[in-house]
DNA sequence: TTCATTTTTAATCAAATGATTAAAAAATTT
DNA sequence: AAATTTTTTAATCATTTGATTAAAAATGAA
């Protein structure tokens, strides 16, 4: 029987490549080529580890996936916090996050619409969107507005910057520095806002 | 000296099926093939017709950042209107818009991801965001906070719930006639949480 | 060391893809 | 109608790209 351990090391180059080939790139304009350059290996490699760009991809977006939704799934779902302490836990965790990884929502979406079948089952969403503990704290406190409202305005305040960062870059009208200040401005702004929203 | 008048119908059949196939998926996944397939003609007329992918690509963009920005320019550089009249404009103005074309933004934000040099000169948010009427009245209202958060808000909660429809789609959870439902709804809701914004 | 196994590389393949070409078909002009 | 120009088509090119292969290099076991 042959040994079978595979160098951690080489196998990890080249999913670090990936990931920010990947999420930089999108998965049509990302070449295999590309991959292999940026963790500096032989392009064959990438095959001898992955077998395939779309196995590569699958993985690359799994872990993206498990990013975008893993902070907020166990708060959301928390019957022992109340809905004000919530929106007060998800915000700041969530505008770290995506500090952390500024390209992840517009990748993970425009991932999705380019492929919606691939992603149908894995996104748990659904469940997040209809049957969480905070649609139901949404429910009680404003019964006649669908919850989903507030939770498009919750997400969409801590996502949109990032997702229209590239405009701003483009534009030269934000640096990096100027950009971040802005979300740790928002990190108590939103909060506020959702309330409001909520107690009108 | 030869005729130079082309058919107008060939011509339009190809830009709207380019105008479909690259909205839908977006510069890198779209085949020339599959221009020509959906306009339902030979693949050598593209370039007979627009030298280039690119090149047709560019119209296509170019007509697609019109959309975005073409709407709201004119509302947001009026100095007749107030602040409240303005966001009163915009909102329903807005949202009829990505009504009639809900792939727009996704398409347009990855698109300028996926080459930001291409769009540095094009995109005119610049002014919109620093010199407009709008932000000189949003900072009369509100000289502590920086406008572009409240810009943000406004065009993030008309934006976003458009590029996460894929994310409803694919799960399932929301079909055509749910999402337009809660965009109509959106049309007086927003206006009253941008307006409890200023106000707080 | 020797030998088997694992990892890495260079070369190459086959399919896909943007683009061109030359000829046919259609339209327009004279 | 004849001639000229414009439009359309089928065939083909050259390049790119994901993947494979066979051999070399490195690693570990005996």
């Given at each position: 029987?042959?040994?079978?351990?595979?160098?951690a090391?080489?196998?990890?180059k080249?999913?670090?490549?990936?990931?920010?080939?990947f999420?930089e790139?999108?998965?049509?304009?990302?070449r295999?080529?590309?991959i292999?350059?940026?963790?500096?290996?032989?392009?064959?490699?990438?095959?001898?580890?992955?077998?395939?760009?779309?196995k590569?991809?699958?993985?690359?977006?799994?872990?993206k996936?498990?990013?975008?939704?893993?902070?907020i799934?166990?708060?959301?779902?928390?019957?022992k916090?109340s809905?004000?302490?919530?929106?007060?836990?998800i915000?700041?965790?969530?505008?770290?996050?995506?500090?952390q990884?500024?390209?992840?929502?517009l990748f993970?979406?425009?991932e999705?619409?380019n492929?919606?079948?691939?992603?149908?089952?894995r996104?748990?969403?659904?469940?997040?969107?209809?049957?969480?503990?905070?649609?139901?704290?949404?429910?009680?406190?404003?019964?006649?507005?669908?919850?989903l409202?507030?939770?498009?305005?919750?997400l969409?305040?801590?996502?949109?910057?990032?997702?229209?960062?590239?405009v701003?870059e483009?534009?030269?009208?934000?640096n990096?520095?100027?950009?971040?200040?802005?979300?740790e401005e928002?990190?108590?702004?939103?909060?506020?806002?959702?309330?409001?929203m909520?107690d009108?």
């Amino acid at each position: 029987m042959a040994k079978k351990k595979i160098d951690a090391s080489t196998e990890e180059k080249i999913i670090e490549a990936a990931r920010k080939v990947f999420t930089e790139k999108g998965y049509a304009a990302t070449r295999t080529r590309d991959i292999a350059e940026e963790a500096g290996l032989n392009l064959a490699l990438l095959n001898y580890y992955f077998r395939s760009k779309e196995k590569l991809f699958s993985l690359v977006m799994a872990e993206k996936i498990g990013q975008l939704f893993g902070v907020i799934a166990p708060i959301v779902n928390d019957d022992k916090t109340s809905l004000q302490e919530k929106i007060e836990l998800i915000v700041p965790a969530y505008l770290n996050v995506l500090l952390q990884n500024p390209g992840l929502p517009l990748f993970v979406l425009s991932e999705i619409r380019n492929n919606p079948e691939h992603f149908s089952n894995r996104v748990q969403a659904g469940k997040i969107l209809t049957q969480s503990v905070l649609v139901k704290q949404l429910l009680e406190k404003q019964p006649n507005v669908n919850p989903l409202q507030f939770i498009l305005n919750l997400l969409g305040m801590c996502i949109f910057p990032f997702v229209t960062k590239p405009v701003f870059e483009a534009s030269g009208l934000l640096n990096k520095a100027s950009f971040n200040q802005l979300i740790e401005e928002r990190k108590t702004l939103i909060v506020k806002w959702v309330n409001l929203m909520l107690d009108n």
